[in-house]
């Protein structure tokens, strides 16, 4: 037997490795591919890569790093593999499909005709694809003899593919020693230690090349072909020793280095054998996109980082399929065999086909300012700013920001499969007005729930005055220094929301954007003038006295029909039955309204019926809307999830919708959850990480109604005190400090469509009496998460999840 060349030693290994990752999926399934085949389509592609990705893609194919010479090995073993007047028929072609308007390189359609006899033809790609794919497909199943059919199934191209890569290889060898047509018989085939099959078993007794190898208790038989050019080499454990196939401790230590030792012809010997092996027939089809990323092979297939620079000028190519199937047939007279493998070369056109849950955030992106959060996880029923820069975070938005994706992941905990939707802004602006009338540690716990101290203790001091700051505070009792920290960011708070108010209320905007504050009083109860004054000037939040002693239901309809004209009739009866007694002596309440049309509308004439799918197994009908358009977009490896923004009319808010890539988990959504942190969501998020492409997008037209009792769910997240009829410190609201929360009610909307989008919520914050007569009332085609953003400010107006249709 010959030397082994480095090219056959690559091929060799290449070729158990993918064994190994094909085997991965279905331990006990059947194999069959032609690593010669792949390997010889991917060099074709590997002539034209450059950089990192051609080190990528010569690492995955485990061909060592002389890639000038591997395309010279490559034209030497196809030209002694394509050799005429062999005792057997074994044949090899390559072939190249370009877009007629599309221009290659000509040195690489030079280096491919040199090096893989692959000649250039010029196909219609944009507007024929149809007449292409057939013309494709004829000519591989013209060079397998009729064994490989359909290789370019429906839908694997499009007017974006700009070049296909075809190698096909034949093969058919009689047996040196036939089987006996009259010897074969029917016999039970083992699949494990308990099951069984009938197959066609042929049988010959005759001199075999034998070899036992006892370290994995193996036989292995060698059978040659006419000419003992190509021989098979079967690999058969001697027992089922595991619970599936038998196979799990050969293919574990089956390496190069193995594979080659124990088939020397000094470790084989010679002898009669009586050879019983089943007649049979394999068809395999695989998508090869994702086994070769796992191999190393990434960026080949990553439109923002692949660089086929060698094989055109024009930016954007990237691998959008790698696509094999292969053919075998074992009879008693020898074998035939086929393969084909394309690689499709497509344009930088992305698809972002949201048919399973994503995460979606609506921004204000002049101030940054997440407006609405959500999660989209199972169907109910059938951006950036102008100048194209975002501003940076202010301290409100990046703690408006943090407490949104907290609260994401608290709402979800319950049941992470259902839908989620909320505004967090919402929900900030009424706790806010609250914290106005807080002190101690329950004005601390507030700010700390919602991020406050956190985002806004930045302000940067010189050495000396952090010294001093820190001697004087070390003389403190603990109580009073949590007061002094809350009380010297209070301001800024405060502050920093009146200026964000009056951005997001500016009139002339090409959307509409409205947020609304309102303190209902009990007539009777004396409220302390600067808490009123603090709300009227950083909130716009005027007092209105009601009778909540004596005609509570007349007082909790007042404040519903408020809310609901502020929302545009969205947000209905934000108070429910018994939300307010006689006991209640304010209820603070935020309402923010948003309508948008896209900046790229979907045409309904192109939306469908669709299947999301919910869970890995699971789907339900969406009426899906399609849109081919530019956009800003991304791809987070370490999530493994692209994310797309959608800009509204004007840029200055924008739908930012996180779709993970693969379903793993229930939803799919599990470890993107648990790792999307504020500093994550800004970094990915950032103008230089989404790059503007195109872009064919789908996504669901849906719908959302939820309401929330927060009470346990800021409670869970460390603002205790404020509910506790003991402990609350309201001094700063009240002089009588007699006041605690008895509950908070959120309620959002939001409706997705053709258009644009339409979102709405309401916070209510409600304040009771303190009373030991009357016990406190305790009053939720895969899954995504979504967020609305002011970007400017950075803030998150909405947030949410989506996740299981009605």
Known sequence: MASSSPLSKAMTTFSLALLSKLNEDNNSANIFFSPFSISTALAMVMLGARGSTAKQMSECLKIPDCQDDVHTLFAKLLSKINKPGAPFVLNVANRLYGEQSYHFIQDYLTQTRTHYNSELESVDFRTSCEEARVKINSWVEEQTQGKIKYMMAEGMMNEMTRMILVNAIYFKGNWNKAFPRFNTFDA????????????????????????FIPEVNCQILEMPYKGKELSMLIFLPKEIEDDTTGLQKLENLLTYEKFMEWTQPDEMESCEVDVMLPRFKLEETYDLNQVLSCMGMVEAFNESKCDFSGMSSNKGLFLS???????VEVNEEGTEAAAATAVIVADSVTFFTADHPFLFFIRHNLTMSVLFAGRFSSPKNIGRASDGKMAAATPLATANTSFSLALLRKLGDNDNTANVFFSPFSISSALAMVMLGARGNTSAQMSETLHFIKALKVKKAGPQTVQMQQQVQSKLPPHLLKTLKTLNIQDDVHSSFALLLRELNKPGAPYALSVANRLYGEQSYQFLQDFLEKSRKHYKAELETVDFSKNSEAARVNINNWVEKQTQGKIKDILGM???????????????????????QFQESSTREAPFRINKNDTKPVKMMYLKSKFPMTFISEVNCQILEMPYKGKELSMLIFLPSDMEGTTGLEKMEQELTYDKFMEWTRPDMMDENEVQVGLPRFKMDEKYDMKNVLMSMGMVDAFDQGNSDFSGMSPANDLFVSEIYHKAFVEVNEEGTEAAAATAAVMMLRCAMIPAKFIADHPFLFFIRHNPSTTVLFAGRYCSPV
Do not use: C
């Open 321 to 327: 399929k790698v696509s094999h199937k292969a053919f």
């Open 188 to 211: 039970e085939f083992r699949l494990n230690k308990s099951d069984v099959k009938p197959v066609p078993m042929m049988e010959q007794k005759t001199n075999f090349n034998l070899a």
């Open 578 to 600: 018994d939300a307010v007694s006689g006991m209640t002596r304010l209820v603070l309440v935020n309402a923010i309204y948003f309508k948008g049309n896209w900046n790229k």
